[in-house]
């Protein structure tokens, strides 16, 4: 209700009273023609103008609450309505499916790795109330900058192609688990992995330490296995497509192509 509004119809609501009062005062101008009866009725009187007045004061009291709440309500509606605002941008920017970075991907990477459990570890899986064992200071996750509609639009329509805002963040997805099990496989102790994985770690370990590839998330183009990036037509353009938005490079190092995870500008 707006505040004129309101003022208007208590306007209103105290000219009825007054009308009322008013003809009980002329009905007390002819009950005192007889004075034998006119004091139980002025009595009666009485009390229905004290209970007029009582309704009125709970009316004063009710609209100037009303009244007061209306600018709270006004700013809850505004917030309301940017937060919804932020959600749809947010939920134009998330693909439908999003994998749980810590189970998911860490579990993916681990399955990567095949690491052995050493006998030391068995023993320590018996042990009640171990606490769980700490990342290395210093290690964090890949990242995960998916794209918005508004850079897929800006890419030029030879780039974009069919491809779709869905399938390339899934693709950031599938990077991550990558990047993730290559991180695993540069930190993993020796005498955790396989016999076929040291040779691998060992190679792994070579190209990190290169200028070009120091400090940063990387894989391997061999490690693109899906299940949404592939190694066909799609995942090539969507490569093309991450390489122009910043979000990916390549480098050659030995024989190998290195795609290392980068920050968008």
């Known amino acids: 209700m707006d505040i004129k509004d309101a003022g208007s119809s208590l306007d209103s609501l105290v000219s009825s009273f007054n009308t009322r009062i008013s003809e009980i005062q002329q009905l007390v101008v002819a009950r005192n023609m007889y004075p034998a009866s006119s004091v139980s009725d002025l009595s009666a009187i009485d009390s229905a103008l004290k209970v007029?007045?009582?309704?009125?004061?709970?009316?004063?009291?009710?609209?100037?609450?009303?009244?007061?709440?209306?600018?709270?309500?006004?700013?809850?509606?505004?917030a309301s309505l940017q937060q919804q605002k932020k959600l749809q941008n947010l939920s134009s920017v998330v693909p439908s499916y999003v994998p749980d970075?810590?189970?998911?991907?860490?579990?993916?990477?681990?399955?990567?790795?095949?690491?052995?459990?050493?006998?030391?570890?068995?023993?320590?899986?018996?042990k009640l109330e171990e606490p769980a064992p700490k990342e290395k200071k210093g290690r964090v996750s890949p990242p995960l900058f998916y794209i918005s509609s508004d850079e897929l639009n800006s890419v030029p329509l030879y780039m974009k192609q069919r491809?779709?805002?869905?399938?390339?963040?899934?693709?950031?997805?599938?990077?991550?688990?990558?990047?993730?099990?290559?991180?695993?496989?540069?930190?993993?102790?020796?005498?955790?992995?396989?016999e076929n994985l040291v040779e691998r770690a060992m190679e792994l370990r070579d190209i990190a330490a290169t200028e070009t590839v120091k400090g940063k998330h990387f894989f391997l183009e061999t490690d693109i296995r899906g299940p949404s990036l592939k190694l066909d037509n799609t995942g090539k353009a969507i490569l093309?497509?991450?390489?122009?938005?910043g979000r990916i490079s390549e480098t050659r190092i030995g024989h190998h192509r290195v795609i290392l995870l980068l920050r968008p500008h």
């Open 52 to 78: 007029l007045e009582l309704q009125l004061h709970k009316i004063k009291i009710r609209m100037r609450e009303e009244t007061e709440a209306i600018p709270k309500a006004k700013k809850l509606i505004e």
């Open 101 to 126: 970075r810590v189970t998911k991907t860490t579990d993916d990477a681990t399955k990567c790795l095949n690491l052995e459990p050493s006998v030391e570890d068995s023993f320590v899986s018996l």
């Open 163 to 194: 491809i779709t805002l869905e399938k390339v963040n899934a693709a950031i997805n599938d990077m991550a688990t990558y990047a993730e099990a290559t991180s695993q496989l540069l930190t993993a102790p020796r005498k955790k992995l396989k």
């Open 240 to 245: 093309t497509l991450l390489r122009h938005l």
